[in-house]
């Protein structure tokens, strides 16, 4: 059965720290694999991945990928009030399932 | 452009009533997918279909669900009878399938709470 498992499950650090958020996987003909970010509404997206070892970076955040070991980070440095959400992860199959895990609470303290 | 439309945004029924809850994806894009949000269990898929087609409803919870796709810009999930422990988000959402991105794009969610 295709899983995706997400740690640590809750973070609480006060502004300025950086974060390091886990996703392990195992899927059937991996494609791909995604993060989100969700605060009250809907999840909105934030990097895919598909090659291991290329970071993708969009300000802050940044996200690497690790085909041989099944795994993915998503790290934010300097962190801010309005970083707080849960993030979640996703990973895309040959049938473009896509499976997300239970996510990552993150709370950052002014 | 026009997101992902859900409807209701909200609900709140009673146990055994039956529910419905509406969909329209974005225009051109051929994967549909129902999820639900829980505290305790995180995004479960429910069920995705692909041009208009089921194609995986193994997470379905049992016969009380059921969802429909009759055409490429509709679909629906009905409960019957619900119970409280449906009360959750209902996300629906859609892709383009073999697209550069892969992106899905989430609807803003149906909250139902059953009493």
């Known amino acids: 059965e295709d899983k995706v498992v997400q740690s640590p499950l809750s973070l609480v650090v006060h502004e300025g720290d950086t974060v390091t958020l886990n996703c392990s996987y195992e899927v059937t003909n991996f494609r791909s694999l995604l993060w989100y970010k969700q605060e009250k509404k809907a999840p909105t997206f934030l990097f895919m991945l598909t090659s291991s070892g290329i970071e993708k970076k969009s300000g802050r955040l940044s996200s690497i990928l690790d085909k041989k070991e099944l795994f993915s980070i998503l790290n934010i440095t300097a962190t801010q009030t309005g970083d707080s959400a849960i993030y979640l992860c996703?990973?895309?199959?040959?049938?473009?399932?896509?499976?997300f895990g239970t996510g990552t609470r993150l709370k950052v303290l002014a | 452009d026009a997101g992902v439309i859900q409807s209701p945004r909200h609900e709140v029924t009673e146990m055994g009533q039956e529910v419905t809850l509406r969909c329209k994806p974005i225009s051109g894009h051929n994967s549909l997918f129902w999820y639900r949000q829980t505290m305790m269990r995180g995004l479960e898929l429910l069920i995705y279909?692909?041009?208009?087609?089921?194609?995986?409803d193994s997470g379905m919870p049992e016969d009380r669900f059921s969802a429909k796709m009759p055409n490429a810009s509709f679909s629906t999930l009905k409960i019957q009878p619900s119970e409280p422990r449906d009360s959750a988000v209902y996300f629906c959402?859609?892709?383009?399938?073999?697209?550069?991105?892969?992106?899905?794009?989430f609807g803003e969610g149906s909250r139902l709470t059953v009493l």
């Open positions: 996703a990973s895309t199959s040959g049938t473009y399932k896509y499976i």
């Open positions: 279909f692909n041009n208009n087609v089921p194609i995986d």
């Open positions: 959402a859609s892709s383009l399938q073999g697209s550069f991105t892969g992106e899905l794009f």
